[in-house]
Structure formats: C-alpha cells, structure tokens
Nanobody, 116 residues
Framework: QVQLVESGGGLVQPGGSLRLSCVTS????????LRWYRQTPGKERELVAG????????IYADSVKGRFTISRDNAKATIYLQMNSLKFEDTGVYYC?????????WGQGTHVTISS
C-alpha cells in the first residue's frame, strides 16, 4: 500500500520560510520521480516542483524559481520542499505526488498560509 504523508505547513509572514516534508511508504522510492503540487483558492491544482529518481534533475514552476528548492533523501524515502521568500500568493494546500506502475498517488495535503 502506497502512502504519502505531508507535514510542515503552517502560518508564516511574507518573506518567511517553511520546509515541507513528504514521507512515503510502499513506493520503490529510489526509482520514483516525485512532485509537489499546490491548490490555491480559485485555481486548479498546479505543479510547483519535481525531482527525478536520483535527484539529478529538478523542475520548478516559474512562479517559485529561485525561492523554492525540492530535494530528496532516498534513505528516508522522503522529499522536501524548502520555501523561502514566501509571498501571499503562495498560500494554499501543498500536495505530494508519486506514481508507481501507472497509478498516481497523492498525499492528504498540508496547509500553507502566508499572512501578515
């Protein structure tokens, strides 16, 4: 059974930082590319960042380039999203995504609120 469990969300002021974690189980983690998505009010879920199976390749949404960093620890079967210089528009629910044998898996999401 594949499970993805996010944590690390919270309330932070603009310009602040948060680090999200996604602990996975049941995935062949070292062979899995993984992603972070977010759902912001009134918008469709969007891709924020992705990382290849061994971490040699990453992709980012234009809106977060230079501010967010995705990383992974294969020994812990965990991916991270370091978010710096947070803006109001980063508010939303952040989801971890994985895929195995053609089936997509999502975590339950962690809430991020940027507010002064």
């Amino acid at each position: 059974q594949v499970q993805l469990v996010e944590s690390g969300g919270g309330l932070v002021q603009p310009g602040g930082s948060l680090r999200l974690s996604c602990v996975t189980s049941g995935l062949t983690f070292s062979r899995s590319g993984l992603r972070w998505y977010r759902q912001t009010p009134g918008k469709e879920r969007e891709l924020v960042a992705g990382i290849s199976s061994v971490g040699e390749a990453t992709i980012y949404a234009d809106s977060v380039k230079g501010r967010f960093t995705i990383s992974r620890d294969n020994a812990k079967a965990t991916i991270y999203l370091q978010m710096n210089s947070l803006k109001f528009e980063d508010t939303g629910v952040y989801y971890c995504w994985g895929k195995q044998r053609g089936t997509e898996y999502w975590g339950q999401g962690t809430h991020v609120t940027i507010s002064s």
